[in-house]
T-cell receptor, first 114, second 112 residues
Framework: NAGVTQTPKFRILKIGQSMTLQCAQD?????MYWYRQDPGMGLKLIYY???????DKGEVPNGYNVSRSTTEDFPLRLELAAPSQTSVYFC?????????????FGDGTRLSIL | RKEVEQDPGPFNVPEGATVAFNCTYS??????FFWYRQDCRKEPKLLMS???SGNEDGRFTAQLNRASQYISLLIRDSKLSDSATYLC?????????????FGQGTTLQVKP
């Protein structure tokens, strides 16, 4: 029962470095999402995907890129890390069987940019 | 104005108390609503969906009032294990995207 798996769980980056946050799901969900959550705040949508080869911007896409080459994987790329990107990142997936389907979240990646 | 607004709290209540959280939303086109629960530094987990007719799951009752654009969550007989942040969530867009808009959350502390 893996569900949504995110790696790494923690990471510290220097300003200007790049990295990829990995997300994989084994539920054959077409819809996948990346959120960030700053302390004391709700989740904000960065990017989402409705299927392999299809991605779109959310509320806060600047500084990030995504790809969706397979149904299972939805990596999030930070090209030039900035302190403002210090946050907790959650990946989620959902079945496409209608709007009432809940999103299933990974454990999160805690990222600090110093 | 935020699309989904909640009173951040914290709500500090004794065990056994009944507590109610409210949430308002600004986009009348929203399709579905949910309450998620988030424990400290953990991922959000679905608590319950919210339907116009109201729905109940054990000690939890959720209500949606589309005319007033208002959602509520009632917790009866609070347990220590109910301490968490409760996120009001609206689903927007077509059924092809299922984008969720999260409120900032309401923090509940249940004390012995």
């Amino acid at each position: 029962n893996a569900g949504v798996t995110q790696t790494p769980k923690f990471r510290i980056l220097k300003i200007g470095q790049s990295m990829t946050l990995q997300c994989a799901q084994d539920m054959n969900h077409n819809y996948m999402y990346w959120y960030r959550q700053d302390p004391g705040m709700g989740l904000k949508l960065i990017y989402y995907s409705v299927g392999a080869g299809i991605t779109d911007k959310g509320e806060v896409p600047n500084g990030y890129n995504v790809s969706r080459s397979t149904t299972e994987d939805f990596p999030l790329r930070l090209e030039l890390a900035a302190p403002s990107q210090t946050s907790v990142y959650f990946c989620a997936s959902r079945s496409d069987r209608g709007p009432n389907q809940p999103q299933h979240f990974g454990d999160g990646t805690r990222l600090s940019i110093l | 104005r935020k699309e989904v607004e909640q009173d951040p709290g914290p709500f500090n209540v004794p065990e056994g108390a009944t507590v109610a959280f409210n949430c308002t939303y600004s986009n009348s086109a929203s399709q579905s609503f949910f309450w998620y629960r988030q424990d400290c530094r953990k991922e959000p987990k679905l608590l319950m969906s919210v339907y116009s007719s109201g729905n109940e799951d054990g000690r939890f009752t959720a209500q949606l009032n589309r005319a007033s654009q208002y959602i509520s969550l009632l917790i009866r007989d609070s347990k220590l294990s109910d301490s968490a942040t409760y996120l009001c969530v609206g689903a927007y867009g077509s059924s092809n995207t299922g984008k969720l808009i999260f409120g900032q959350g309401t923090t509940l502390q249940v004390k012995p």
